[in-house]
């Protein structure tokens, strides 16, 4: 099992960047892939972006591909998002999630954080 927590959400202009952290608890967290979810008010969750359990694959959003990069680091048992180049649109609730196996849909992650809301102004 692990736990996982988000922070570094914030408000931020149109144009800014933001670093999302994820802190995962135990001692297997290197074998777990891992995801970027976010939510908006009134809208599904939905995939923002994904890594594979060493960090050497990752696939993003078409909303996102080019703007936001997914990466972990396995010996801080940490996740990460760096998001650039922020738009109104990006504004959600994010949520890291991780998954014993390769993940199909959303609903393959087995276990969430509680989110880190993130505000973008135009």
């Known amino acids: 099992q692990v736990q996982l927590v988000e922070s570094g959400g914030g408000l931020v202009q149109a144009g800014g960047s933001l670093r999302l952290s994820c802190a995962a608890s135990?001692?297997?967290?290197?074998?777990?892939?891992m995801g970027w979810f976010r939510q908006a008010p009134g809208k599904e969750r939905e995939f923002v972006a994904h890594?594979?359990?060493?960090?050497?694959?990752?696939y993003y959003a078409d909303s996102v591909k080019g703007r936001f990069t997914i990466s972990r680091d396995n010996a801080k048992n940490t996740l990460y998002l760096q998001m650039n180049r922020l738009k109104p649109e990006d504004t959600a609730v994010y949520y890291c999630?991780?998954?014993?196996?390769?993940?199909?849909?959303?609903?393959?992650?087995?276990?969430w954080g509680q989110g880190t809301q993130v505000t973008v102004s135009s």
């Open positions: 999630a991780a998954s014993a196996k390769v993940p199909g849909t959303i609903y393959d992650y087995d276990y």
């Open positions: 890594i594979t359990r060493s960090g050497e694959g990752s």
């Open positions: 135990g001692r297997t967290f290197s074998t777990y892939r």
